[in-house]
C-alpha cells in the first residue's frame, strides 16, 4: 500500500470514528444533557446504534400512523384563552383514520428519530392506549409529579421530549397484526375466541432485527427489566 492510499485509510477510519460518536440529533448535544433537570430520564442516542428505517428490510409491513410534535396547544377563546391546553409536553398526531388509530386491535410499531429507527413494540389495546400510557412518563418526580409511571414510559416520554427540543421529527409505523381465532373446549361447549398474539409477531420481529442489525433498537432496553409492553 503506497502512502497515498494509507493515509485515505486514515482518513476514512477517522470519519468513520466520528460518525460512530455523532449523535442522532446531529449536534453537540453534551452541555444541554448535562444542564437538563431530568437527564436521568433521557437516553441519549448515537447514530451508530441505530438504522435507517428506508434501509430496514421488514419496513413494508408497516405504514405511518402518527406523527410525534411537541404540545405547544392553547386555549383560544373563553376565560382559559392563551392558557396551554395540557400539562404534558409532546403530543402523537394520528396519520391514519382515528377509528383505527383508537380501535383495540393488536398492532406492532416502530418509533424513528429523523428517520433512524429508535424503539420496536407491540400492543394488544390499539394504538391509542399505548400511546397515552406513554404520556404517563410525565408523572417523574423530577417534574414535580408522583413518580407513578413505568420506568419504560418515563424514558419513553422524556427522551421524546429532549429530541423534539433539538428539532428533531420523531415518528411512529405500525403494523396492523391479523386477527387470529382458535376453537376451545370449555366443559362440552366449543368457543371460537381471539387469540393474543402480539407477543409472539413482537419476539419474533425483535431478533430477527437483531440478527440482521447486531443489536435491538436502541430504546428496546425496556430501562426497567422487570417491565415488557
Known sequence: MNSNNKIEELCNNL?????????????????????????????????????????????????????IVLDTELYKSG??????????????????????????????????????????GGTRTGLKKRVMSYLCGHHIKERGKSGDCSKTNGFIYNTFNFYLNLNCKIKMYGYKLPDTKINIKIFDKEKNIKAQT????????????????????????????DYKD
Open 79 to 120: 376565560k382559559n384563552k392563551g392558557i396551554k391546553k395540557r400539562n404534558t409536553l409532546i403530543k402523537f398526531i394520528p396519520t391514519i383514520q382515528d377509528t383505527e388509530f383508537n380501535n383495540k386491535t393488536e398492532w406492532l410499531y416502530i418509533f424513528v428519530i429523523n428517520n433512524m429507527i429508535v424503539k420496536l
Open 15 to 67: 470519519h468513520k470514528l466520528e460518525l460512530d460518536k455523532k449523535d442522532i440529533s446531529g449536534k453537540d448535544i453534551s452541555k444541554i444533557y448535562n444542564n437538563s433537570l431530568y437527564k436521568k430520564w433521557v437516553k441519549t442516542i448515537l447514530i451508530n446504534k441505530t438504522i435507517l428505517f428506508d434501509k430496514y428490510d421488514r419496513k413494508s409491513y408497516f405504514v405511518s400512523v402518527a406523527n
Open 198 to 225: 402480539y407477543h409472539a409477531y413482537e419476539s419474533v420481529f425483535l431478533e430477527d432485527y437483531k440478527k440482521k442489525y447486531n443489536n435491538y433498537p436502541i430504546l428496546n432496553d425496556n430501562c426497567d427489566p
